[in-house]
């Protein structure tokens, strides 16, 4: 007998996106202990790899209600876990959007997770950089600029914080070296999703948004909504180009204690700039400020937040505001 | 309306297991370009870290067959990946033994995919080895020794070979870098999620067979069965030891062209031996060798060939044949 909360699934899979290979030559051999007890081996790095692929894992519904696909995507030094179970082991924007109806695309971008990395300086430029606990604590505005002190505790926290401090080294441990010389290879890979596979519903974070916001300029067809939950960054486009943008309504989602963090207001000023010139160009722009409604307390981890399924709802509620949870009607014979 | 290939779950969800805190001091401040037409910050990249975490995600059924759920363990220079969606697109053993009525976990071992990996060589020691696409052709089985030739081909290729030879860059999408110097972590982060979430019937492969071998010898009681599918290694551990997995049905899975490779006829003579140690000490273990059966063809990366189904209802029939699809009687009130 089926759980009320049980629901029925036509496929769970996974893909990699895109990529190129490359061939190495000219490094030298090395010696490798592969197990204590035997003789080291020679071990030659030169050959061909794949490289700069991405992994999208899917969870299709027996009978999705969205119209299209959702897309997840993960921001700067994360991967698609983001959206798994939260750190305090509660479900996270996976499930509940399946359970709202969506089939569920969780990307992890070129270099994070299960997409994979490469040999650096000679693939990947320069070095990856590792976050600490310190820089996590206040980019995310679990507390305000300075006031890490070596643990995460109620009393360093910003004041009526939703993030689960408790599961802080938990959250952590989903953390994931970055480079600051992937983005064209990240962009070439999410292009080839929304080409191939879309068109998507796309829910992105903090850095994952600039990306969005550019594969909807190279595939306008290919994308029905942009969610942005605490935007990083948006492109350099024209003015003009935007127009193009004039069918996919795009919702900002913004936490709170925008104040604890110098980063962020400049961030969010820039976003509002970006918003604007959407607007000009004909482009719906929704703003859920969340404080503004009375939800105060979210960090930038808005899915991991102990009001995460209130966040959802309100999205979910956009999106059929916007049509978005209505079926297609078939056009031909079924 | 169902399609009869669909199933009902009850969640799906995902976790981080073990790892501890490390604390980085007296490196070097350097200069990064977060984004390129904006001047270049400096960062510091001391702190803490969350390092040696393992992943694991679990598929869980609304409405389970097996005694207990299934743990599937990937091999070296791999991550979880291994069992979902094949390279050629056809549904991997996740979905199978999912529609065959168990719960499926399947992990990244520390330093790989989701389970992410830490700053070398401060934290992780040694440099990571990155597998050319020759190396994986000849160690794989796709190809006998010294066959590669700068590219998959069927010419090439060991005769019959039911590895989809097609698809053989798109699984070389899914390599992950390997150290040889983690086992000791990778082996405790398995210790502590059949520990805490066991007991589980295994299914692991190659260099994961020796990461079950031990879990079964620290955790008798956590460990139901292990398939170890083309195991690579086996412990050290004194005969004695041995009788605490008394209980402990193993099943040992070959495939095919095993003359093609001399590492692999090496390595098959030492568990061959492993295998008759422990039913010295009256473990049950089984073969299942496949050309001896007359399935011939199968490839290192059995759970990708184009006859995975097949060799997966035989486990699940060894499964069955061991009690393992009979549900416990409730022991208490309900």
């Not at 996106?17 to 061939?23: A, D, H, W």
Request: include cysteine; glycine fraction near 10%; aromatic fraction near 10%.
């Amino acid at each position: 007998m089926n759980h009320p909360q049980t629901f029925s699934i036509r496929d769970i899979g996974s893909m990699h996106i895109g990529g190129r290979e490359v061939v190495l030559g000219g490094l030298a051999e090395r010696e490798v202990l592969y197990s204590p007890g035997n003789p080291p081996v020679m071990v030659d790095p030169n050959g061909a790899f794949e490289v700069e692929q991405m992994y999208v894992q899917y969870v299709r519904l027996a009978a999705p209600k969205a119209r299209h696909p959702l897309l997840l995507m993960h921001g700067g030094g994360l991967c698609g876990v983001t959206y798994e179970t939260k750190p305090d082991g509660q479900p996270g924007w996976q499930s509940w959007f399946l359970h709202a109806g969506h089939d569920v695309y969780v990307a992890d971008a070129v270099e994070r997770g299960r997409a994979s990395w490469a040999r650096f300086p000679e693939i990947f430029q320069g070095e990856p950089h590792f976050r600490t606990k310190a820089e996590a604590w206040e980019l995310f505005r679990f507390g305000a600029d300075g006031s890490w002190n070596g643990s995460a505790s109620a009393s360093s926290a910003n004041p009526g914080t939703l993030f689960p401090i408790a599961a802080f080294d938990q959250f952590m441990k989903q953390a994931t070296p970055r480079w600051t010389t992937t983005d064209h290879a990240t962009l070439a890979a999410y292009n080839t999703l929304v080409d191939d596979h879309g068109p998507f519903v796309i829910i992105t974070h903090s850095q994952g948004a600039n990306f969005a916001f550019r594969m909807a300029a190279a595939h306008p067809d290919k994308v029905a909504a942009i969610v942005a939950v605490e935007p990083s960054g948006f492109p350099g486009a024209s003015q003009e180009s935007l127009s193009a943008l004039r069918h996919i309504p795009h919702l900002f989602v913004w936490g709170d204690h925008m104040d604890s963090s110098a980063l962020w207001r400049r961030i969010r000023q820039g976003l509002n700039q970006y918003g604007n010139t959407l607007r000009s160009q004909g482009v719906a722009v929704d703003e859920l400020d969340l404080p503004a409604i009375g939800v105060g307390g979210n960090s930038h981890m808005l899915m991991m937040d102990t009001n995460s399924n209130l966040v959802a709802n309100l999205i979910q509620k956009w999106l059929a505001n916007k049509g978005l949870m209505q079926k297609k009607r078939p056009t031909g014979p079924l």
